[in-house]
């Protein structure tokens, strides 16, 4: 089956920590994208990236890296930087980096920090 | 970049028709607009996209007018499994862009 896998789907960390968030797929989509979504609201754009070795800031990057480093594998790292980590994170890719390709989203890891 | 307004939520009762308006007055030429539902502690699911005039698919319709500062997502006949929250999505329609602007979504409650 293809998809998008991301593990774990809970994380449990302590404060001070940085944690790596990982994200697969097998639909050979060139854009990749790492979304959050705080409880009762919407989603809001982390990075993104539409081919290896290239990824761009969205409207929440800081405290956040990520690397493309294979088309199939887009981790986001959390770093001690980030002031309120404690969110749902959500993956996503699409064929191509452009509004008229559907984004398939990950299951989602549900990240707390203590 | 182009900002979404929906309603926060609407009621509807089983085996009715919904309606959810999304307006997105700054729309550029290139964007189009694709509808999510999404569960709780699920991923988003894709359910429609539009560029302009009327799209039909086997789950819902997109309306969009003319001048494409607002679409209409329309759920025939829905089910308590469509409760869920709805996200208007508007984006460029090419490769260099721009971010993606998820609106705030409209949780939509199915009553027996």
């Known amino acids: 089956d293809g998809g998008i896998t991301q593990s774990p789907k809970y994380l449990f960390r302590k404060e001070g920590q940085n944690v790596t968030l990982s994200c697969e797929q097998n639909?050979?989509?060139?854009?990749m994208y790492w979304y959050r979504q705080d409880p009762g609201q919407g989603l809001r754009l982390i990075y993104y990236s539409q081919i290896v070795n290239d990824f761009q800031k969205g409207d929440i990057a800081e405290g956040y890296s990520v690397s493309r480093e294979k088309k199939e594998s887009f981790p986001l790292t959390v770093t001690s930087a980030q002031k309120n980590p404690t969110a749902f994170y959500l993956c996503?890719?699409?064929?191509?980096?452009?509004?008229?390709?559907?984004?398939?989203f990950g299951p989602g890891t549900r990240l707390t920090v203590t | 970049l182009a900002k979404t307004t929906q309603p926060i939520s609407m009621d509807s009762y089983e085996g009715q028709e919904v309606n959810i308006t999304c307006s997105h007055n700054?729309?550029?030429?290139?964007?189009?607009i694709t509808w999510y539902q999404q569960f709780p502690s699920q991923g988003p699911r894709f359910i429609i996209q539009?560029?302009?005039t009327k799209v039909t698919n086997e789950v819902a319709s997109l309306f969009i007018p003319a001048d494409r500062k607002s679409s209409t997502l329309s759920l025939p006949r829905v089910s308590l499994s469509d409760t869920a929250v709805y996200y208007c999505?508007?984006?460029?329609?090419?490769?260099?862009?721009?971010?993606?602007?998820f609106g705030p979504g409209t949780r939509l409650s199915v009553l027996p």
């Open positions: 639909l050979n989509h060139d854009a």
């Open positions: 999505l508007v984006g460029v329609g090419d490769n260099y862009g721009q971010n993606f602007v």
């Open positions: 700054n729309i550029a030429t290139n964007d189009y």
């Open positions: 539009g560029y302009k």
């Open positions: 996503a890719s699409s064929r191509l980096l452009a509004g008229s390709y559907e984004q398939y």
